[in-house]
């Protein structure tokens, strides 16, 4: 009963490095998404996307990038570090069955920036 | 800009008492309103959900939809220890638009019950 998996769970970067954040779902979702949220803070979307091939920005997407191959996979790629991308990072998925179906989380990478 | 507010609190309530958590919207063609439970350096798990104006209740938690006040609340009765946690209030865009299935998150309300 895997659902939604994120890996690496931390990571310590240092200003200027690039890494990919990995997410994986098992649930055939066509809709996911990526969320940062800072300290004390809601969840911000950075990018989604409907469907293999298709991804889209969200509120804060600078400094950020995704690609969508398959149904499964949407890693989010981070360019040229900076001490603001500082966060935990969220992946999820919804069906596409209606837009009121819930969204399922995974459980987060812990990024700091140096 | 759509936006979802809440009361960060901290919010402190007796063990066995009712906790009533609050959130107003902007976006009024808003259509799905989500309750999501986040425990510290966790996830956020959803807890409850609703569409429709009024109540829906799911053992101890009853959400309620206002959507007339742009109001959503959760009531969470015989509050236990095991409650305390941070409750974030998620709210989709109208059902025709492209947000329609993009959540926007409340900076959420911290919930403590004292034993």
């Known amino acids: 009963n895997a659902g939604v998996t994120q890996t690496p769970k931390f990571r310590i970067l240092k200003i200027g490095q690039s890494m990919t954040l990995q997410c994986t779902q098992d649930?055939?979702?066509?809709?996911m998404y990526w969320y940062r949220q800072d300290p004390g803070m809601g969840l911000k979307l950075i990018y989604y996307s409907v469907g293999a091939g298709i991804t889209d920005k969200g509120e804060v997407p600078n400094g950020y990038n995704v690609s969508r191959s398959t149904t499964e996979d949407f890693p989010l790629r981070l360019e040229l570090a900076a001490p603001s991308q500082t966060s935990v990072y969220f992946c999820?998925?919804?069906?596409?069955?209606?837009?009121?179906?819930?969204?399922?989380f995974g459980d987060g990478t812990r990024l700091s920036i140096l | 800009q759509k936006e979802v507010e809440q009361n960060s609190g901290p919010l402190s309530v007796p063990e066995g008492a009712i906790a009533s958590l609050n959130c107003t919207y902007s976006d009024r063609g808003s259509q799905s309103f989500f309750w999501y439970r986040q425990y510290s350096g966790k996830s956020p798990e959803l807890i409850m959900f609703?569409?429709?104006?009024g109540d829906k209740e799911d053992g101890r938690f009853t959400a309620q939809l206002n959507k007339a006040s742009q109001y959503v609340s959760l009531l969470i009765r015989d509050s236990q220890p095991s409650d305390s946690a941070t409750y974030l209030c998620a709210v989709t865009g109208q059902e025709t638009s492209g947000s329609a299935r993009q959540l926007t998150f409340g900076s959420g309300t911290q919930l403590t019950v004292l034993p």
């Open positions: 649930m055939n979702h066509n809709y």
């Open positions: 609703i569409y429709s104006n």
């Open positions: 999820a998925s919804s069906s596409a069955r209606r837009s009121n179906q819930p969204q399922h």
